[in-house]
């Protein structure tokens, strides 16, 4: 596919200064992947450095309230960085050396992909420079200063909606100025070809470790494999290893925010429609004009009006399901995790059990569902605590969980 | 008068001198007023003018232009209304390009923005995000509409990348000073000399250089070698500075006539 087309979606809708920048991206890429050394060294590091393989759990009290289905999570969360973004990164990271490039930049919304770049900037000694919204500056705060710990720059984003959308507009602002000795990493599949297939490629990790991992557990392909979508990228890790296996549902699940009906969400596939958005033609959040609408949700990471392109495909084709849940589905899910099998995980991720419970009851007992669990919720105590009216008196200093002492 | 580019451009050659195309955010501040600066830029030497469709996502765009666009939309400039002021702004005897991103045309239709736009007297677009590979239904469109379809060519664009531009391009080819987002600068690139003249071996079509000219003495040094000098940024401050709509239209007429003696050596 080396058009980085999906059926209509995909291609590349990028101003002509960064065509050479891409074309030099998609060379070093499709070179990487069949050199032995490449290969060895991204293995080494995924090994090492990550913590891979990350276990497949059983979630035997969560299962419970899944209708009997036997639900299995995969432990992205327990990557160094906690999630599953340090597979792209560590991926594009190689990749930049390769290039001769001496600079990184990202965008990112919930923090962990500014956090994963940050850290691998660190390890290969690279300059980074994190771009995220104002708003989700105040969101994540702990997130801004682990990547100021980890040497990075971080410019908030003041522009629009202040939010991921316009983290991205600004990084590809700076990367069409600097270009030749700046990568961008961008961190979910979604963006001009070759990213789309670049980023799920590094992250096929998931899939292929979840299959191996499933089939030694229970003897079997699973019924069905769900995660969370925003850009979609812990969602085509691990859907890659089970694409193939037709009778494996794929299941994801959006952000609904306040309900899709309010028009307050983040539901490309239930409120959008097909458009280009930051290099790709995919769904979109938009007016009648093409106009990007405000998208929301209450986790900064799928906080984003656009999806990648091969969802687009997957969701048209038929193969992949997509439905939304909601801040308040999620935020139960967040809780029924945390208390049934004491793991906390990211608000994100909180989507795609939500999902898995709704998915269970619908299968039934006899289901076997793999869930992405694909980061931890570290970073979203603040917000879950304001949430369940957790009062955390001094305990948190008003620096790092603004929002609880000045509202939003 | 034929209100074609290639036409504009023509004439200025007869000139001996560079065209001038001169670029605002349509119904920037307001529809209204936006006309009205066309106009002006008109009436003091502007050949082309390139219209924006304001867009909610401007990323080849700098903080300047950014801002109007904000404006505009925030004054409810649709595709409907920007077609609107093209066809007022042709109707004075302006020669109009629209300056857009891809996805409102996308979104209204390839076949439908062509028509209305030949309708309403238009004569071309410049989508600086859309590449040649993904403009199948588009070049078609402004085929049957006689619409000139201009793309962007970069410094870091290589010599066979630039064939493949220019044998889809038609009315002007666009050449991209720096490699940057549009904001004015105090020097013109150096490197926009030697595109030019590599785009020149690829094509017989009129090059024109955009990206950080915005004074009389930056659009004389472009209009030396390049067949056009394209000004956005420069316009937009003019209107963001002025303190009311009189001194708006003034300080747009002065800056197109200056840079209008500029590209006239």
């Known amino acids: 596919m080396s058009t980085g087309h999906y059926g209509p979606y995909g291609g590349r809708f990028v101003p002509e200064a960064l065509t050479a920048a891409l074309d030099e991206l998609d060379a070093a890429f499709r070179a990487s992947i069949i050199d032995d050394a490449f290969i060895a060294e991204l293995r080494d590091l995924e090994h090492n450095y990550t913590g891979r393989p990350n276990p497949l759990t059983y979630a035997r009290r969560f299962s419970e309230h899944c209708g009997g289905a036997r639900v299995y999570l995969k432990r992205e969360d327990l990557n160094h960085t906690g999630s599953h973004k340090i597979n792209n990164v560590l991926g594009q990271a190689l990749l930049t050396r390769r290039m001769g490039k001496q600079r990184v930049i990202a965008e990112t919304g919930a923090g962990q992909h500014g956090v994963a770049t940050a850290t691998a900037a660190a390890l290969f000694g690279l300059e980074c420079t994190v771009y995220m919204g104002h708003e989700d500056t105040r969101r994540q705060a702990l997130n801004v200063a682990r990547m100021k710990l980890l040497g990075a720059e971080v410019v908030p984003v003041t522009a629009g909606s202040q939010t991921l959308k316009d983290a991205i507009n600004e990084a590809m602002r700076d990367w069409v100025t600097t270009v030749d000795r700046t990568h961008y990493v961008l961190g979910t599949v979604t963006g001009p070809a070759p990213f789309p297939e670049l980023v799920r490629y590094f992250h096929s990790v998931i899939g292929r470790e979840a299959r191996e991992q499933i089939l030694a557990a229970e003897g079997r392909l699973p019924d069905a494999v769900a995660a969370c979508v925003g850009g979609g990228s812990n969602a085509m890790g691990l859907f890659s290893g089970f694409i193939d296996d037709p009778a494996v549902q794929l299941r994801g699940y959006e952000a609904g925010g306040h309900g899709v009906a309010t028009g307050r969400h983040s539901a490309r596939f239930e409120g959008g429609s097909p458009g280009v958005l930051h290099g790709a033609r995919t769904y979109v959040m938009q007016d009648e004009w093409g106009q990007t609408l405000p998208s929301h949700s209450i986790s900064a990471g799928l906080d984003y009006p656009g999806v990648g392109p091969e969802h687009a495909w997957l969701h048209d084709t038929g193969r992949a399901v997509y439905e939304s849940v909601t801040d308040a589905e999620a935020m139960e899910a967040f809780a029924l995790l945390s208390r049934t099998e004491g793991i906390i995980p990211a608000i994100e991720t909180a989507h795609g059990l939500a999902g898995a419970m709704r998915l269970g009851r619908e299968l039934g007992p006899d289901a076997v569902i793999i869930v992405n669990l694909s980061g931890r919720g570290d970073k979203d105590v603040a917000t879950a605590a304001r949430w369940f009216g957790i009062d955390l008196g001094a305990t948190v200093s008003s620096e790092l969980a603004p929002e609880l002492t000045e509202g939003r | ?265």
């Open chain 2, 1 to 265: 008068m034929s209100r074609r580019v290639a036409d504009a451009f023509a004439r200025a050659a007869q000139e001996h001198r560079a065209a001038l195309i001169g670029y605002l955010p349509a119904g920037f501040p307001t529809p209204e007023l936006s006309v009205r600066l066309f106009t002006a830029m008109v009436d003091a030497g502007v050949d082309i003018i390139e219209v924006g469709l304001p867009y909610s996502d401007p990323l080849m765009d700098g903080p300047v232009i950014q801002q109007a666009v904000n404006q505009a939309l925030d004054a409810g400039t649709t595709p409907d209304v920007v077609l609107d002021i093209v066809r007022q702004i042709t109707l004075a005897g302006a020669t109009a390009v629209v300056m857009t991103y891809w996805n409102p045309i996308e979104r209204y239709g390839v076949e439908e923005f062509a028509a209305r736009l030949e309708a309403a007297g238009g004569t071309g677009v410049i989508a600086p995000d859309l590449t040649p590979e993904e403009s199948g239904d588009w070049a078609a469109a402004c085929d049957r509409h006689g619409v000139d379809r201009i793309f962007l060519v970069a410094p870091s664009s290589t010599q066979e990348r630039i064939a493949s531009i220019v044998a889809v391009t038609s009315g002007f080819v666009y050449a991209a000073s720096t490699m940057g987002v549009t904001g004015m600068r105090t020097s013109v690139s150096s490197g926009a000399e030697g595109l030019v003249a590599r785009t020149r071996a690829a094509t017989g079509l009129p090059i024109a250089v955009g990206l950080g000219v915005s004074t009389r003495e930056q659009a004389a040094e472009v209009a030396a070698y390049a067949d056009g000098v394209i000004v956005g940024s420069a316009f937009v401050r003019c209107v963001l500075d002025a303190t009311d709509d009189q001194a708006a239209i003034a300080a747009v007429s002065a800056l197109a006539r200056e840079l209008s003696a500029g590209v006239r050596r």
